[in-house]
């Protein structure tokens, strides 16, 4: 069963900084996924990567499948962007779901 | 173009009583799933199907039910409630798995007493 664990799991941080929230998994996969999670609680889809870089406005997510571990990258960050970012793995085969991290709750403060 | 919708967005039953939650989606994706959010953990595969008349179980399945009869409709299906299922249920569609991009629904929040 494949592990994935975020850090950190609080962040704090002011308007502008840019922010790093970071993403490991145990177990080879086939496909990572960052989701962000709105105090409504809707959960919407950021990206899915596989290999590479991915780049969308003012978000970045990385992925080292040799070290098996993914960063989500926000700058100029926003009070807008304050929410749960979550990472999710899928592994293929077997239990066709994806295994989810617990979350890293982001708070921007203007 | 609604995406997935899920209902009820709230429900409170009693021990012992049963419901369905219903999710639909119109994006004609074979993939459907149903996750349980329980704070301090990450979300939990309950169901999924990867197609109409397919489903199989994720990690925690006991006390749920589910069917796929057409591809937009995933019901899920609480045959007798417990205090241990109150959470909050996702529905998520993807167009052929989940290593697809996942469209989620807006969630459920279940209390049982």
């Known amino acids: 069963k494949n592990e994935v664990e975020q850090s950190p799991q609080n962040l704090t941080a002011q308007e502008g900084e840019f922010i790093t929230i970071n993403c490991s998994y145990s177990v080879g996969i086939s496909a990572l996924h960052w989701l962000q999670q709105h105090p409504g609680g809707g959960i919407v889809s950021l990206f899915m990567?596989?290999?590479g870089k991915k780049k969308h406005g003012r978000l970045i997510a990385t992925i080292n499948i040799q070290e098996k571990h993914s960063s989500l990258h926000i700058t100029a960050s926003h009070p807008r962007d304050s929410a749960v970012y979550i990472c999710a793995a899928f592994s293929g085969g077997g239990a066709d779901g994806l295994t989810f991290g617990k979350g890293t709750h982001l708070i921007i403060q203007p | 173009n609604a995406g997935v919708t899920q209902t009820p967005k709230f429900q409170v039953l009693k021990t012992g009583q049963s419901m369905t939650l219903q999710c639909a989606q119109d994006?004609?994706?074979?993939?459907m799933s149903w996750y349980r959010q329980d704070p301090g953990m990450g979300l939990r595969l309950i169901h999924y199907s990867v197609g109409a008349g397919i489903t199989d179980q994720g990690e925690v399945p006991n006390g749920y039910n589910v069917s796929r009869s057409t591809t937009e409709d995933f019901p899920l299906r609480l045959l007798s409630a417990a205090p241990s299922q109150t959470s909050v249920y996702f529905c998520?569609?993807?167009?052929?798995?989940?290593?697809?991009?996942?469209?989620f629904g807006q969630g459920t929040r279940l209390t049982v007493v």
């Open positions: 998520a569609s993807g167009r052929t798995g989940a290593g697809t991009e996942a469209f």
């Open positions: 994006m004609n994706h074979e993939y």
């Open positions: 990567l596989s290999s």
